[in-house]
């Protein structure tokens, strides 16, 4: 039987729908293959997951400032008021023996109390507040000047108008030496600044020895 011609049409419709499918295959093949073969993304993991892994991921260096120099300065852990190692061993070497007077102010002031001179054993505040004395003295470098020690206390009166009427209300350390002097009266306390029966006087010593031997090292 010859095939009639809308069969022949069919078949030929046919044949060209099967032809396009195929050229349209054939041309998507290549991008999917690509596709296949492009290298993949690095995974965004955590620096956590990155450090587990063994993997370290490298940090951007361009631009970044240099970190900064430390400082030179090694500060003495032990001492109340945090000197530098320098102040701590000049102090080690000339404070205790203030003067060649026998008087150890560093420990007198820092450590335990000294009766010798009339210094309760048994005021639980007497160490404290001769290091606060120095302590302020140290941090505020009050005592750098002519006035000395007295600089800590009188602030910007003069040194005459300061013993004879009182420290201006800028004295840095006015209120530590009011607590270690015992009294907030102003002639009591200049009849104590000395007096080694009070925190006061081994305060005061141990700033002088600062400044006489080791002004260069601990700049009080």
Not at 149 to 176: F, T
Request: hydrophobic share 35%.
């Amino acid at each position: 039987m010859k095939p009639t011609k809308n069969a022949m049409v069919g078949l030929g419709a046919l044949a060209f729908l099967l032809v396009g499918i195929s050229l349209l295959l054939s041309a998507r093949a290549p991008d999917s293959v690509l596709d296949d073969t492009q290298p993949q993304e690095e995974s965004s993991a955590s620096p956590a997951s990155e450090q587990a892994s063994g993997k370290a991921r490298p940090q951007a260096t361009a631009g970044a400032p240099a970190p900064l120099a430390k400082a030179e300065i090694k500060v003495d852990e032990k001492m109340p008021d945090r000197v530098s190692v320098e102040c701590s061993a000049c102090r080690e070497a000339t404070c205790t023996n203030y003067r060649s007077l026998g008087y150890d102010v560093l420990n007198g002031c820092f450590d335990r109390v000294d009766p010798s001179e009339g210094a309760d054993e048994k005021d639980g505040r007497f160490n404290e507040d001769c290091v606060a004395v120095v302590r302020c003295a140290t941090q505020n470098r009050c005592a750098l000047g002519a006035a000395g020690p007295l600089g800590c206390y009188c602030g910007s009166a003069s040194v005459d108008d300061c013993i004879e009427k009182g420290p201006a209300p800028d004295g840095p350390c006015m209120q530590e030496w009011q607590r270690a002097a015992r009294t907030n009266n102003h002639q009591v306390l200049m009849q104590r600044w000395s007096d080694l029966k009070y925190p006061t006087g081994w305060a005061n010593m141990l700033i002088e020895c600062d400044r006489d031997d080791c002004k260069a090292k601990c700049a009080t």
